[in-house]
C-alpha cells in the first residue's frame, strides 16, 4: 500500500505569484505538440494532408513551422475553453452557477476532456476552412499528437491529487490522505498509461503509414473511448453531481460511449471508401 505523495500544487513560488503543476502540464503538452508535428511534418514532406495545396499566400510554405504555430493556437483556444466549459456544463454547473469567478481558476484543475474534444474539434473547423484544407483530414494529422498531452494531464490530475480512484483491496493500492484513509486505485495513473502511451503507441503506429482519411480519427476515437470507459471502473463513483447514472455506468462512460460507436463508423467508412 501507500500514500500519495501530498505535493505542493504550486511547481514555483515568486513571491505572491506562483506556477502551478497544472499549468506546467499543460506547457509541456503544448511543447510536445509541436515537437511531434515537426517530425510529422519532416516524415510526410510539405504536403502531408490529401487534397490540393490550400492557398497559404505568395512565398508562404504551406506546411511549414507557422502552420504548426496556428494551429497550436487554435488549438489551445479550443482546448481551454471547451475543456473548462465542459467541467461546468458537465459535471458540476450548480457549483460553478453559485461561485462564477471558480469557472475561470483553470489552474485549480477541473477541466473536461469531453468538452475540450467538443471545443477542439470547432477550432480545428474553423482553422480548415481558413487554410482550405479538409477538415478531417486534418484531424487525421493531428490525432495522433494528442495522447501525450492527455498523459501530461492525467499527471498534473495525480500531482494536485484529484479525480481519485475507487477503494481497493489490492497491494498496489493508494491512500489519498485528503479524501480518507482508504486504499484507493491510483486511477490517474492508470489512465496515464492507457490515454497517453499505449494510445499514443497505437495511433503513431497506425498513422505511420498512409490510411484512407478518417481511419486515423476513428481509431483514436475507438481508443480514447476504450480506454476511458474501462479506466472510469477505477474512478471514484462521485463524478460531479452525478455519480453513477442508468446501469451503473459515469457520465464519463455515458459520454465516451459514443466516441466508440462513431470512431466505428468512421474506420469502416473510410475503409470501405478507400
Not at 477541473?110 to 467538443?118: A, I, K, Q, T, W
Request: glycine share 14%; aromatic share 16%; charged share 15%.
Amino acid at each position: 500500500m501507500f500514500t500519495h505523495p501530498q505535493f505542493d500544487p504550486v511547481a514555483i513560488h515568486l513571491g505572491p505569484f506562483g506556477i502551478h503543476w497544472y499549468g506546467l502540464m499543460y506547457l509541456l503538452a503544448f511543447v510536445c505538440f509541436i515537437w511531434l508535428g515537426r517530425m510529422r511534418l519532416k516524415a510526410r514532406g510539405q504536403h502531408p494532408l490529401p487534397g490540393p495545396l490550400p492557398q497559404a499566400g505568395e512565398g508562404v510554405k504551406p506546411w511549414d513551422e507557422k502552420f504548426l504555430d496556428d494551429l497550436l493556437f487554435y488549438g489551445v483556444l479550443g482546448v481551454v475553453l471547451g475543456g473548462r466549459l465542459g467541467e461546468v456544463l458537465f459535471y458540476n454547473p450548480g457549483y460553478y452557477f453559485s461561485h462564477p469567478f471558480k469557472i475561470l481558476a483553470v489552474w485549480e484543475g477541473g477541466m473536461s476532456f469531453h468538452g475540450g474534444f467538443l471545443g477542439v474539434l470547432i477550432a480545428m473547423a474553423l482553422f480548415a476552412r481558413g487554410r482550405k484544407i479538409q477538415w478531417l483530414a486534418l484531424m487525421d494529422f493531428i490525432a495522433p499528437l494528442v495522447p501525450p498531452g492527455l498523459g501530461f494531464g492525467r499527471i498534473g490530475n495525480f500531482i494536485n491529487g484529484e479525480l481519485w480512484g475507487r477503494p481497493t483491496d489490492g497491494s498496489w493500492g493508494m491512500v489519498f490522505p485528503q479524501v480518507d484513509s482508504l486504499p484507493r486505485h491510483a486511477s490517474q495513473l492508470y489512465e496515464f498509461a492507457l490515454e497517453g502511451v499505449l494510445l499514443f503507441a497505437l495511433l503513431w503506429w497506425y498513422s505511420s503509414k498512409p490510411r484512407p482519411v478518417g481511419a486515423v480519427s476513428g481509431l483514436f476515437l475507438i481508443g480514447y473511448g476504450s480506454f476511458r470507459f474501462l479506466a472510469e471502473f477505477a474512478r471514484t463513483a462521485d463524478d460531479g453531481i452525478f455519480g453513477l447514472m442508468t446501469f451503473g455506468v459515469s457520465m464519463g462512460q455515458w459520454l465516451s460511449l459514443p466516441m466508440v460507436l462513431i470512431g466505428i463508423w468512421m474506420m469502416r467508412r473510410s475503409l470501405r471508401s478507400a
